[in-house]
């Protein structure tokens, strides 16, 4: 049965299609595009019901994602991140939690690594500093950033109750956004860098993501990382299902210079297209499983084990780069038709391969997790 929200996205899909051109170019999403998505749910499907959310499963979520980026790379990947910001709806205490998820038209973002100094003060905390990969940003209602706590030298000096590394959460007017995603791929995602300088932080705006999560709930059950993993994969398996879309497009109509049959009539064309097909579906069915078998542990009212959360992170990298091998394969049966900007081939192969250089799908995501195969030991807190 297929989901409400993943039902919306698809009656959606052709707009999106029809501007992706538009949405690379301005490196953003529309505004009235945007106003068309917020009502599916889609930037906030990991919200718990407790505070409105949609009440999708994981599975659904990410079936969602993938459709989106099915039709445009950098929606689906601004979708992405704005959910799996949205876990942090767990994590905040009341009232904040509702301030910044409660809205229907809620859309969070932001980037988790520590990169920002927060002194504390009376009523709260004083933050100061500037993140990369902003994905989405300029259209978020809440902007966050993960902070180190520093005494009044400037080095790190958690508060007197361990408060260490929140991730705090900003208003759009208090952050300036800087103008340097100028990039390969994903340009539509707006990913550029973004700071604060000096911003007040009300007490318990931020979410500490070492600590037990406030609301106990399927979602904050499994790992946020490797949820995030998961998704950073939906959108590659996404692009790499429409590389092999535009590929029989091209193919049932392009005759190779020098040749009498047409892309779709050669024998090696053919063959590639079959083993994309038979790549993405079974990397599909790998992070199906492995995202099922976490959720129903978490349903149960436990945590996923290390096993459970060791196989999440080898399905999300195993899918994502497969996806984009997918998406080479297909650019490069597409001839030099595929270079031009006229073609979706060349954008979704640019889009898949910087996909790849998430650091949570990163090669070095497999040494972690062969490691722990091997039974040798490894830093296990990133799964």
């Not at 999106?16 to 999403?29: G, V």
């Not at 499907?45 to 499963?57: E, I, Q, R, S």
């Not at 599975?59 to 990947?77: K, M, P, R, Y």
């Amino acid at each position: 049965m297929v989901c409400a929200a993943l039902e919306a996205v698809r009656a959606l899909g052709p707009d999106l299609e029809t501007r992706s051109n538009e949405i690379e170019r301005n490196r953003a999403l529309p505004v009235d595009l945007l106003d068309r998505l917020k009502p599916t749910g889609a930037f906030r499907m990991y919200v718990p019901l407790d505070l409105g959310g949609p009440g999708l499963t994981a599975w659904e979520s990410l079936q969602v994602i993938e459709e989106l980026a099915f039709h445009d790379g950098a929606t689906g990947w601004c979708a992405m991140i704005g959910s799996t910001t949205s876990l942090l709806s767990s994590y905040l205490p009341a009232p904040h939690a509702e301030e910044v998820f409660g809205a229907p038209d809620s859309v969070s973002g932001g980037f988790a690594m520590p990169c920002g100094r927060a002194v504390p003060v009376e009523g709260g905390l004083r933050v100061t500093g500037r993140w990369a990969w902003g994905s989405g940003t300029r259209h978020c209602t809440w902007i966050g950033g993960g902070a180190l706590v520093v005494g009044s030298d400037g080095k790190p000096q958690p508060r007197a109750d361990g408060l260490a590394a929140p991730f705090v959460f900003f208003r759009p007017e208090e952050v300036e956004f800087i103008d340097n995603w100028d990039v390969s791929g994903l340009s539509g995602s707006g990913s550029g860098d973004y700071e604060v300088r000096d911003v007040f932080v009300p007490e318990g705006r931020w979410a500490q993501m070492d600590r037990a999560p406030v609301l106990e709930n399927t979602f904050s059950r499994l790992s946020m990382w490797g949820l995030l993993a998961c998704g950073v994969s939906a959108c590659a398996l996404g692009l790499g299902r429409r590389a092999v879309h535009e590929l029989v497009e091209l193919a049932g109509a392009k005759r190779p210079q020098g040749s009498k049959r047409i892309l779709a009539e050669r024998g090696p064309v053919q063959a590639e297209v079959a083993s994309s097909e038979a790549q993405l579906a079974s990397a599909w069915a790998f992070v199906r499983d492995a995202i099922g078998d976490a959720w129903a542990t978490a349903e149960k009212g436990e945590r996923p084990s290390l096993e459970q959360m060791r196989q999440l992170r080898l399905a999300a990298t195993h899918a994502t780069h497969s996806a984009a091998e997918v998406t080479e394969k297909m650019y490069k049966a597409g001839g030099g038709a595929a270079v031009y900007r006229t073609s979706p081939l060349q954008r979704v192969f640019r889009d898949a391969h910087v996909a790849t250089q998430h650091v949570l799908v990163a090669p070095l995501t497999l040494e972690i997790i062969g490691c722990l195969r091997l039974g040798i030991e490894s830093v296990t807190r990133a799964l």
